[in-house]
């Protein structure tokens, strides 16, 4: 059966220090607690080897928020797969819309990364959605399909099976506007379909698909009960210990 998660993506916040704090504050909230999801937090690649130092690693999981598209050589400033993989993290966030929109990330380069990521023994957290003008013009499902079709459905379906898909939509990210538990019950459905209609029922079933976007103790709750929401990417809650281990126990 599929996990439920809750992952948090630091994004570009938090200092070395800082963020071994918030570390060990995360990981001091859930020792001795049993909770009812994986808990992973996703960190700069700067912080990945300390904060990997003072984690514990069967109780919290740790990841990095990209990869390079190439395993290795004249690429100043990137950092590939191998090299996260050598600070102990198991997961890598890759396809994040601030990454596409930013940085001109495109299916094509996902493919790389994500393949380069699998060969790794890396997880891929691999994030789609749609931008507000599709969600009003009604074309984000098809927009979703798509970006499911271009990046990962080269897959195996051994190597699919290997995914954590996050379902962020983007006029959701970081506005305090979340969708609905319904809207996001609709996309996860079909998102779930879609994945079924290529790989069958049971690979589908067991696919992970959180919902990222504004997620807060106060709505985590009804977004985790619809039936095909299995956790959350979560941002700036994920940045203060208490308000993520608020989302963590709404499991
Ligand atoms: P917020 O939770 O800050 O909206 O960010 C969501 C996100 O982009 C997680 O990857």
Avoid at 184 to 207: L, P
Wanted: charged share 25%; net charge negative.
């Amino acid at each position: 059966m599929r996990k439920n998660i809750v992952a948090g993506n630091w994004k570009m916040n938090t200092t070395v220090p800082e963020g071994v704090k918030l570390a060990k504050d995360v990981n001091k909230a859930l020792e001795g607690k049993e909770v009812n999801c994986d808990v992973i937090i996703c960190v700069p690649f700067t912080h990945l080897v300390p904060v990997n130092d003072v984690i514990d690693a069967d109780k919290l999981g740790l990841g990095a928020e990209n990869c390079a598209d190439h395993r290795s050589g004249a690429y100043t400033g990137e950092v590939s797969a191998p090299m996260v993989a050598s600070t102990g993290a198991k997961y890598v966030i890759l396809g994040h819309s601030e990454r596409r929109q930013y940085y001109g990330e495109t299916s094509e380069t996902l493919k790389e990364k994500v393949a380069l990521a699998l060969e790794n023994g890396l997880t891929p957290i691999f994030c789609i959605g749609e931008v507000l003008e599709q969600r009003e013009d009604g074309s984000y499902l098809d927009v979703v399909k798509k970006q499911i079709e271009d990046a990962l459905f080269n897959l195996s379906a051994e190597d699919f099976s290997k995914l954590i898909l996050a379902y962020e939509p983007v006029w959701a990210i970081g506005t305090g506007k979340t969708a609905t538990d319904d809207q996001a019950q609709e996309m996860h459905a079909f998102i779930r379909k879609t994945i079924e209609d290529k790989y069958g029922k049971e690979v589908a079933e067991n696919t992970s698909i959180l919902y990222g976007g504004s997620c807060k103790p106060s709505n985590a709750k009804a977004l985790f009960a619809k039936p095909d929401v299995d956790g959350g990417l979560i941002g700036g809650a994920s940045l203060d210990a208490e308000s993520f281990m608020g989302i963590v126990t709404a499991f």
